[in-house]
């Protein structure tokens, strides 16, 4: 019989659930679909057909003989939340980040609190889905569940709870939201009673490597108890997790590769400063204590979203086929910024890309990866003058690193050699802290 730990892995288009003995060799056990669904004009994450998805996977790993679970740690996407009731019921889908929303809030809740002083008291990068104004949106739209709810959970945290029965609030989750103080590591209740939230709803902090509880018998039961593990709850920490802090003695550098591409470097302390303010740098929790200092990029949320609209026109083109349609581009058309607003949900991401120009489906795709490149070279540049060292290596993770192609052309635009690290970094790093906790325990 193997003993091995278990990931479960959500992402924003998909989940896993994965199993590995080392934390090196990982083995898929499934693969299930995500998405955001929109209900009248609202954006929701179905999240009981995510857990029946988890449950039903758990229940398959039960009945096997060969395998023997030492523990569980689930990782997802940041920012976004669950309302329960008093009796710990949910009181809706959670919203999701691409919900409308919040559009305007952020600059509304400025008039509350200065700008400089929330990146002051939270060190957070500026984006208007942020938790604290996805709160704010709730408290000023008189959002029903939010007004109701006796407990909030970020979405790990949600699913520790269903697994478990026990309530916490992970620490590197926690540290997306923009209401943790990086500096105390306990959440800012100035900020959160100004965006109408009680800080008596969030449950504890816990720290990755924390035993929550024992998965519950009525979810799957496998004969035995099985610990369900804090992480680092949140998938970038678990991502960054995996990759080497130095590289032939200089300091390296990450690129977290997925639907958001996430650049940035680990650090021993915050770095809060007017530098970081004016270039809407982030600081979020990592394992050990460690900062992670980075800054979101649209990543692959721009070429799946035209797969989208080619698939319904008939062309299903798979991500090989779009690589070789790029390289097949000789004259690339004008690049553009891929974090401009017009990108973050529109109803065509074909005819954004376009903006208005004739261009073939391969040289939209030409133009995004290209596009990408350029932008990663540009925040690149940025966190070198921060940190104010050299960079010996840039690693890409997650699944944007199997692109050859724009790896290729990453490397060529940063100037330092690009190491290709875990596809699947973030199930690997969420399984490397299973290992150490359960060291820990013996």
Known sequence: MTECYCAIDLGATSGRIILSEDGRTLTEVCR????????????????????????????????RTDIHILSIGIDTWGVDICFLDAAGRLLSDPRAYRDPYTVEKMEQFFRLVPKEDIYRRTGIQFLNFNTLYQLYACHEEH???????????????????LLTGRKVTEYTILSTSQLLNPHTKQIDNHLLSLAGGDIRCFPPIVYPGTEVGLLRRSVADFGYDIPVIAVAGHDTASAVATVARTYEGKRTAFLNSG????MGTVCDEPIINEQTLQLNFTNEGGIDG??????????????EQCRKEWSAQGKDYSHSQLIEMAQ????????????????????SMISEVCHGRQLTDKEIVSCIFHSLANRYSEVFRMLQSIVKEPFGALFIIGGGARNA??????EEAVGVPVIVGEVEATAAGNISVQIKSNKHQL
Do not use: C, H
């Open 32 to 63: 299930f679909p995500n998405r955001v669904e929109e209900r009248d004009g609202k954006f929701f994450w179905n999240i009981t057909r995510l857990f029946e998805y988890i449950q039903k996977g758990l229940q398959t790993l039960s009945q």
């Open 143 to 161: 959002y029903q569940p939010f007004e109701q709810a006796s407990t909030y959970l970020f979405i790990p945290d949600y699913i520790t709870y």
């Open 259 to 262: 639907t958001w591409s996430l």
């Open 290 to 303: 460690t900062t992670r200092l980075l800054k979101n990029i649209t990543g692959m949320w721009l070429i």
């Open 328 to 347: 097949t581009v000789t004259a690339v058309p004008e690049l553009f910024n891929p974090d401009d607003v017009r990108f973050a949900n529109p109803s």
């Open 405 to 410: 192609y724009l790896n290729r052309l990453t």
